[in-house]
């Protein structure tokens, strides 16, 4: 066997002869720096996505515990009726979301500009908030019960006449 062993070490078929050492100088600082942009952007899109689903999840916990949710939906059961459920939800929610707000901004502007006491700046702040987030809401369920039969007359009308 020892004298095929040259044979096959010149083509290679044995694996005992020394492979040289090819220098590897293809290192391209480019598509580094393009890898490692695209890694931030989608650690950057993965937080943005996880504050967004905290902050909704947050909404929603929120609208459970103060029973907006549960007040529309036995609204929506005990008058059967969906809109009516969520003509509720609607008033309940923007009600209160505007309340909040008010109470915020009217403290933060009495802060700024030294008109009342704190307590009252947010006293006023939360009714004049709760009044016109009632309207609101109010509004929105009107718009909402007029723009429905609309949209069910045109997607009925899709269905009978397809394209």
Known sequence: MEPIMPILDIFGLTGTMPAEHVPDDEFNLFL???????????????A????????GLLVIFGLISMGALSASLLVGIHQKSVTKGFKAFAVIF????????????????????????????AGTGLLIGLVSGFLTGVAIAFAIQKI????????????????
């Open 94 to 121: 923007t009600t209160s979301a505007s309340g909040f707000a008010g109470a915020i901004v009217l403290w933060t502007l009495n802060r700024l500009m030294k008109w009342w006491t704190d307590a009252i700046a």
């Open 32 to 46: 580094f720096s393009l890898l490692v942009i695209g890694i931030i952007a989608i650690g950057v899109c993965v």
């Open 148 to 163: 429905v039969p609309i949209l069910k007359n045109s997607l009925d009308k899709r269905k009978r006449h397809p394209r």
């Open 48 to 55: 943005i996505g996880i504050v967004l689903t905290v902050l």
